[in-house]
């Protein structure tokens, strides 16, 4: 591709409204425009890369036998009610009537459609197993689209479904996704881990995140070197080393403590350990119980735990006014002692001695509170987050955290959706049973913003070969090498993806845009040739330079393709 003949607006300034590397990277690189509030247009750079990640899906997919179809975006809500889930699905569903005044949803996820599609052409267990996937726009109405193609309303996922008879298939059918989702991250060129995961709305009992590995990813995970151990933290259970010492009980006592509201602040002014401080949250669950959960100062909550607990119910943080009607006080002096609410206590707090609670009287604390003594808990539970120095729950080695970007999830469904849908199948037995499911994302246009949070600096976007919009960048600095840099482009174009920058256009201005593109290999005929007649090969992911003659340029492409 000629530069001149090529739509690529490349910006010099970072854009405003990008907080995040790889929106602003995306944005000033000339891959998307902003059509509205997570809704973007893919320029032809950024549509190279899309393009580029779906072949590398589709192959892996295709290979492990399953079958690529089309469903549509536009669902009827019927189907959506069978499994209950146009009215539990929230506001992310974008719900809309049609001209006959029939209610449709933009699909989120194809679930139903997919289930639909099967109940009706499978009939028996030679039908089976059966695997289908699409790679098609989805919409979810997020309530804070932001990062740009990160967490956006319209992106592109592939998603698939599998269909077994029993136990044994469903596990052949997960454990294949999870061997091809490993093949199709690593030819994508990124670093990545699969964690256990929750399985959220999704539904299902069983489910592995991909993560790519990222400082700036939202998730946080939590690994062990020892085993193998590897989950998102929403799912570790915290199990902390050290024992506490043996101390004994002393009589509790209220101090003054004015204005002193924050654990951190607490523990300053009364000259402790924030570990001797607790918090007392107050939540709400479904808008009409309050319930209080009690943790150490120095933990934090950990809601994924809390909503196991509470069977899945929705709740959320009290209000200010909330909590002074039902604890007398402002937050910053709720305690467990007195309330007339449920009270779950977290873990750490068993056997725990002598702690500082809030007094439910604004600037009032007491210290020597405990547990059983002071107050009684309802339900003590692991509410809170692991933490550095926690230990691994299967081998009792210390774990270490890591942070990452989703980018693939796969679930064990079970009957979930084949039961709710009358989904079956005739099996060997004669009998009818519901088909066995399980369900595969992967974020296809999302793989392109966390491969840059992972593979960038200062200059811009440092590509993974395998998914580079371009292999390799031609720039001539001088018009006297013109002809040489036509040959060079014509003749390397029949190998590999190429872009020319042909534009009269200073050395710098080229560098910078080739740079910030994140092309991997730069050719550049400048001083090196006129003066021995060798090209320049700039290695963009480490700036490394090496002179090649051209006899020898292709090999020399070859061999180093291998290791970028
Ligand atoms: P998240 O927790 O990030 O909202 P999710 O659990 O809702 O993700 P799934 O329903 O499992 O996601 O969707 C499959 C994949 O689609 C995810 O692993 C992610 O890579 C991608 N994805 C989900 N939501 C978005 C979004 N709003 N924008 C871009 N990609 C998304
Ligand atoms: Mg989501």
């Known amino acids: 591709m000629r530069r001149t003949r090529f739509f690529l607006p490349t910006l010099r300034e ?57 469903m549509p975006l536009v669902q009827p809500a019927e189907l959506w009610k069978e499994t209950g889930r146009w009215e539990a699905y929230g506001k992310e569903l974008l719900r809309f009537k049609d001209r006959k005044e029939h209610d449709f949803c933009l699909g989120p996820t194809h679930e139903e459609i997919v289930t639909d599609l099967v109940r009706k052409e499978v009939r028996s267990y030679r039908d089976l197993p059966l695997i289908l996937y699409q790679i098609a726009p989805k919409f979810r109405d997020e309530i804070r689209p932001r990062f740009g193609l990160m967490r956006a309303r319209e992106f592109l996922m592939k998603d698939a479904y599998s269909f077994d008879a029993d136990l044994e298939g469903v596990e052949k059918s997960y454990q294949l996704m999870y061997s091809t989702y490993c093949k199709i991250f690593e030819n994508c060129g990124l670093k990545f881990k699969a964690v256990k995961a929750h399985t959220g709305a999704m539904g299902g009992d069983f489910s592995h995140e991909f993560m790519v590995l990222s400082e700036t990813g939202e998730d946080t995970l939590a690994i062990c070197e020892n085993c193998g151990y590897a989950s998102n933290i929403e799912l570790t259970p915290a199990i902390s080393k050290a024992s506490y010492p043996i101390e004994p009980i002393k009589p509790l006592e209220k101090v003054y403590t004015p204005g002193v509201r924050s654990a951190k602040d607490v523990a300053e002014y009364l000259g402790f350990p924030l570990e001797k401080i607790t918090k ?25 735990k809390l909503e196991k607990i509470l069977g899945g119910k929705a709740f959320r943080l009290a209000t200010e006014e909330e909590i002074l009607k039902l604890t007398g006080a402002h937050p910053g002096f709720l305690g467990p002692k007195g309330l007339s609410m449920k009270i779950i206590v977290d873990k750490a707090l068993e056997n725990y001695p002598n702690f500082v609670i809030g007094a439910n009287e604004d600037n009032y604390h007491y210290v020597n509170a ?33 942070k990452g970007i989703e980018v693939g999830h796969i679930f064990k469904l079970g009957t979930k959706y084949s ?36 593979n960038n600096d200062e200059k811009g ?26 040959k060079l482009y014509s003749e390397l174009s029949a190998l590999w993806e190429v872009l020319y920058d042909d534009r009269e256009e200073s050395p710098g201005v080229k560098f910078k845009d080739m740079d910030l593109i994140g092309i991997p290999l730069q050719l550049i005929l400048g001083k090196s040739f006129q003066e021995r007649g060798e090209i320049e090969v700039k290695i963009r992911k480490k700036d490394e330079r090496f002179y090649v003659r051209e006899e020898n340029l292709k090999n020399f492409i070859s061999e180093i393709s291998k290791t970028l």
Not at 280 to 304: M, S
Not at 377 to 387: E, I, P, Q, V
Request: net charge negative.
């Open 14 to 70: 970072d854009p405003s409204e990008a907080e995040t590397v790889s929106h602003k990277l995306l944005l000033r690189g000339g891959f998307i425009r902003k059509v509205a509030s997570g809704i973007y247009n893919f320029l032809p750079l950024g549509f190279r890369v899309l393009k580029k990640i779906e072949n590398i899906v589709r192959e892996e997919m295709n290979k492990a036998g399953a079958l690529e179809i089309l």
């Open 280 to 304: 007392t949250l107050i939540y709400i669950i479904e808008e009409k119980e309050p319930i209080a959960v009690v943790i150490r100062g120095d933990h934090e909550l950990n809601e994924v």
């Open 370 to 402: 405990n547990l059983g003594e002071t107050f009684k808990a309802d339900l003590l539970a692991d509410l809170r987050k692991a933490t550095q120095g926690d230990l691994c729950p299967q081998c009792d080695k210390e774990l270490f955290f890591l």
């Open 419 to 454: 039961s709710a849908m009358r989904a079956t199948f005739l099996d060997r037995d004669g009998k009818e049973k519901p088909i066995l499911m399980g369900c595969y994302g992967i974020g296809v246009s999302r793989i392109i913003s966390a491969a840059i949070e992972q």
């Open 461 to 486: 976007i440092i590509f993974p070969w395998a998914i580079a919009p371009f292999q390799i960048g031609i720039i001539s600095l001088n018009k006297i090498f013109s002809d040489k840099a036509e």
